[in-house]
Nanobody, 117 residues
Framework: QVQLVESGGGLVQPGGSLRLSCAAS????????MGWYRQAPGKERELVAS???????TDADSVKGRFAISRDNAKNTMYLQMDSLRPEDTAVYYC???????????WGQGTQVTVSS
């Protein structure tokens, strides 16, 4: 059974940083495409960044140069380093994975990120 558990969210001031983690279990992590999505109130869920099993990375234009996705296959964990945070980054951030195709992956429960002074 695929399990994805996000952690690391919280309240941060504009310009600050957070690092999200997604601990995975129940599947072969090293073979899975993984991704971070976010959903702000009243908006659709959107892809923030993804990383393939071989390390290929895709970033949304809105986070390029500020966010960095990574994975540690030895720890079955994916990360999202978020720097220079803006109020518009406020959202629930979700981890997705468990399949070689990200679109077929399962979802974590989400972690709230709030950027506010």
């Amino acid at each position: 059974q695929v399990q994805l558990v996000e952690s690391g969210g919280g309240l941060v001031q504009p310009g600050g940083s957070l690092r999200l983690s997604c601990a995975a279990s129940g599947f072969t992590f090293s073979r899975s495409a993984m991704g971070w999505y976010r959903q702000a109130p009243g908006k659709e869920r959107e892809l923030v960044a993804s990383i393939t099993s071989t390390g290929g990375i895709t970033d949304a234009d809105s986070v390029k140069g500020r966010f960095a996705i990574s994975r540690d296959n030895a720890k079955n964990t994916m990360y999202l380093q978020m720097d220079s945070l803006r109020p518009e980054d406020t959202a629930v951030y979700y981890c997705r994975g468990g399949s070689s195709l990200l679109s077929r992956g399962s979802w974590g429960q989400g972690t709230q990120v709030t950027v506010s002074s």
